[in-house]
C-alpha cells in the first residue's frame, strides 16, 4: 500500500514558477514508476508527466515539455514536479500517482493516486 500527498500548489501569475511535491509512505516506493496528471474544471483528467523507478527516464506531455520537469528522491520518497513559464492553460488540480507496472501515460495503469493540489495561473 502506498499513500501519496501532493503539496506546493497555489496561485501564481502568468510565467512565474512553481514546484509540486508529492510525499510517499508505505514499502518499495522506489518499486513504482510515478506520475503526475491533473485535471481542470470541467475537462477530463490527462497525463503531464511520468518517471521511472530510479529516475533514469522520464516523459512528458507535449503540452509542457521544456517547461515541466519531473524528479524523484527515492531515499526520502518524494516526487517533484517544477514547473516554469507557466500559463494559464496549466490551472487544474494536479495529482500524484504511483504505478507498478512502470512509466505510462495512461492513467489506468496507476495504482495509487493523492488527493491533489490545486494550481492557479492567473493571466
Known amino acids: 500500500q502506498v499513500q501519496l500527498v501532493e503539496s506546493g500548489g497555489g496561485l501564481v501569475q502568468a510565467g512565474g514558477s512553481l514546484r509540486l511535491s508529492c510525499a510517499a509512505s508505505?514499502?518499495?516506493?522506489?518499486?513504482?514508476?510515478m506520475g503526475w496528471f491533473r485535471q481542470a474544471p470541467g475537462k477530463e483528467r490527462e497525463f503531464v508527466a511520468t518517471i521511472s523507478r530510479n529516475g533514469g527516464n522520464s516523459y512528458y506531455a507535449d503540452s509542457v515539455k521544456g517547461r515541466f520537469t519531473i524528479s524523484r528522491d527515492n531515499a526520502k520518497k518524494m516526487v517533484y514536479l517544477q514547473m516554469i513559464s507557466l500559463r494559464p492553460e496549466d490551472t487544474a488540480i494536479y495529482y500524484c500517482a504511483a504505478s507498478f507496472s512502470g512509466p505510462a501515460v495512461a492513467g489506468t495503469m496507476y495504482n495509487y493516486w493523492g488527493q491533489g493540489t490545486q494550481v492557479t495561473v492567473s493571466s
Open positions: 508505505g514499502r518499495l516506493f522506489s518499486s513504482y514508476a
